[in-house]
């Protein structure tokens, strides 16, 4: 069980994130959102067989393609080749779960499916090629999308409003991977990020105070940045000032308390 769990990246380790941090944006589009238990369950199921399936997917294409040591390597010398893809691409008998939700999640679901693979699996694998560390930051703004129809007839304002300043704070997190893997180049927009992020949502803001929520957390970022000698390690630690990923439950708690 314990090989299950950090091939799928359940449980993450030796510098590899766990595959269940990216339920914190269908999460958000929940609180955003009417309470619909049942939609919500199966769209959660959903994301989190996708996401099981990706990461086991991008580690057995790392260690092939690249002969990276990594979980994917270690259940292929424990079982083989074949049942380890095997084993990878099982949780996406989850997927379906999406039709007990809404057709356009259920196409925003497959629309994740196809940008994830086309990130890590080949002939695309777009991770090595220039632009292709903007695919998370676009998946995260989807999730909430995809989640936020599974409980609604239609998309608020508030939500499609939302969706620009979650691929800022994503994008934000895939340079502190970068920076991670030594490409010291984007120390400086690192730096700068959170000004965009600031000034959309004070113009945001004009219409609906909720973004405040936005400017508040761009703000910390801002200032923490500044002072901080090795922004790398953040990725790490997403709860202190320099990333404050904190922004999400506060848009999740402000949206609970205030619907539009």
């Given at each position: 069980?314990?090989?299950?769990?950090?091939?799928?990246?359940?449980?993450?380790?030796?510098?590899?994130?766990?595959?269940?941090?990216?339920?914190?944006?269908?999460?958000?589009?929940?609180?955003?959102?009417?309470?619909?238990?049942?939609?919500?369950?199966?769209?959660?199921?959903?994301?989190?067989?996708?996401?099981?399936?990706?990461?086991?997917?991008?580690?057995?294409?790392?260690?092939?393609?690249?002969?990276?040591?990594?979980?994917?390597?270690?259940?292929?010398?424990?079982?083989?080749?074949?049942?380890?893809?095997?084993?990878?691409?099982?949780?996406?008998?989850?997927?379906?779960?999406?039709?007990?939700?809404?057709?356009?999640?259920l196409l925003l679901l497959l629309l994740l499916l196809l940008l994830t693979l086309s990130?890590?699996?080949?002939?695309?694998?777009?991770?090595?090629?220039?632009?292709?560390f903007l695919i998370p930051p676009l998946c995260a703004p989807l999730l909430v999308l995809?989640?936020?129809?599974?409980?609604?007839?239609?998309?608020?304002?508030?939500?499609?409003?939302?969706?620009?300043?979650?691929?800022?704070?994503?994008?934000?997190?895939?340079?502190?991977?970068?920076?991670?893997?030594?490409?010291?180049?984007?120390?400086?927009?690192?730096?700068?990020?959170?000004?965009?992020?600031?000034?959309?949502?004070?113009?945001?803001?004009?219409?609906?105070?909720?973004?405040?929520?936005?400017?508040?957390?761009?703000?910390?970022?801002?200032?923490?940045?500044?002072?901080?000698?090795?922004?790398?390690?953040?990725?790490?630690?997403?709860?202190?000032?320099?990333?404050?990923?904190?922004?999400?439950?506060?848009?999740?708690?402000?949206?609970?308390?205030?619907?539009?």
């Open positions: 069980m314990r090989e299950l769990l950090l091939l799928y990246r359940v449980r993450g380790g030796r510098n590899k994130l766990s595959c269940l941090r990216f339920t914190v944006y269908p999460l958000l589009g929940f609180c955003l959102s009417p309470l619909r238990p049942l939609p919500l369950l199966a769209d959660l199921l959903a994301v989190v067989g996708g996401s099981m399936s990706a990461y086991a997917l991008n580690d057995y294409f790392d260690f092939r393609l690249r002969g990276e040591r990594n979980f994917s390597s270690e259940m292929v010398e424990r079982v083989g080749e074949g049942r380890t893809l095997l084993l990878a691409l099982l949780p996406l008998l989850l997927l379906p779960l999406g039709l007990l939700t809404s057709p356009p999640t990130y890590s699996a080949p002939p695309l694998r777009l991770k090595e090629r220039g632009w292709g995809q989640a936020h129809l599974a409980l609604s007839s239609s998309p608020s304002s508030r939500v499609l409003l939302l969706l620009p300043l979650l691929f800022l704070l994503q994008l934000q997190m895939e340079i502190l991977h970068l920076l991670d893997e030594g490409e010291g180049k984007w120390l400086a927009p690192l730096r700068l990020l959170p000004l965009p992020h600031l000034l959309l949502s004070l113009l945001l803001s004009l219409s609906d105070p909720f973004f405040l929520v936005g400017s508040l957390s761009a703000c910390v970022r801002l200032l923490a940045l500044r002072g901080e000698p090795n922004p790398s390690r953040l990725r790490r630690e997403p709860w202190k000032p320099g990333v404050f990923v904190e922004e999400l439950a506060l848009y999740g708690a402000v949206g609970l308390l205030f619907p539009p």
